[in-house]
């Protein structure tokens, strides 16, 4: 069966520039209304409008040439931002420019999680790092990611531990370490509960690609 190609492309949000979108298309009403009670997902599917699929391309073509990329770039990640906020996500990106939001204070957490995989945190540490108490930062996390924090911060782990090995052919026990696992056995076993397959059998894709 023959199946559309796909790919994966992650933009970091810049709030400055977020505001200033959100400002030049009068979204501010928008904003205002948004109810501080609703925490919308982090991640969450969305159909990719014909727009927007034009905007990712010319993007990632962009990104092929040094020169495009610094004179380019900026220009059509304004514009991936501007056609976000014409979809379905917009309430997200409105959570996000709001800053004080739970959203906002919950996506710093877990951008401290990315940048720190390797730092052993609990999670008092992420509450206190978000200035919410642990009952509400919990509630707010889960609701957001779907996962408790403990549960988002081991899927970042296990996702650099398999790039570890493919990227740099790593042996598991040297890329558990890595990811801060104490026992080598529990991320094989992990590991596979995650991704389907344990070290050792991506470990051999490798060698036979």
Same mark, same amino acid.
């Given at each position: ?5 796909r790919?994966g492309m !992650? ?10 979108l959100?400002? *030049? +298309?009068d ?7 948004? *109810?501080g ?8 599917p969305s159909? +990719?409008?014909e727009? +927007?699929?034009d ?5 990632l073509? /962009?990104l092929?040439s040094e ?12 514009e991936?931002?501007y ?7 917009a ?12 959203f906002?204070? &919950?996506?710093r957490?877990i ?5 720190? !995989?390797?730092?052993?945190f609990?999670?008092q540490? +992420?509450?206190?790092s978000a200035?919410?108490? &642990?009952? /509400? ?10 996962d ?12 650099? /531990?398999? *790039?570890?090995?493919?990227?740099k052919?790593?042996?598991?026990y040297?890329a ?11 991320f094989?076993?992990e590991?596979k509960?995650?991704?389907?397959q344990n070290?050792? *059998?991506?470990?051999?894709e490798?060698?036979?690609?």
């Amino acid at each position: 069966m023959q199946t559309d190609p796909r790919f994966g492309m !992650y933009i970091d949000i810049d709030i400055g520039q977020l505001n200033s979108l959100i400002n *030049d +298309m009068d979204l501010q009403s928008e904003l205002a209304e948004l *109810d501080g009670k609703d925490y919308p997902l982090g991640i969450g599917p969305s159909a +990719m409008g014909e727009d +927007m699929e034009d905007a990712a391309v010319k993007l990632l073509k /962009a990104l092929r040439s040094e020169k495009e990329t610094r004179i380019l770039a900026p220009g059509l990640v304004r514009e991936i931002y501007y056609r976000a906020l014409c979809g379905s996500q917009a309430p997200v990106l409105y959570s996000l420019a709001r800053g004080k939001s739970s959203f906002s204070q &919950v996506a710093r957490v877990i951008s401290l999680l990315e940048g720190n !995989y390797s730092v052993r945190f609990d999670v008092q540490q +992420m509450a206190d790092s978000a200035h919410m108490s &642990v009952s /509400a930062f919990h509630k707010a996390f889960k609701e957001i990611t779907e996962d408790s924090p403990l549960q988002y911060l081991k899927k970042i782990r296990l996702a650099r /531990a398999r *790039d570890l090995i493919i990227q740099k052919n790593m042996k598991a026990y040297l890329a558990a370490d890595a990811v801060e696992y104490e026992s080598t056995s529990q991320f094989s076993r992990e590991f596979k509960r995650h991704f389907g397959q344990n070290p050792a *059998d991506v470990m051999r894709e490798i060698r036979s690609a």
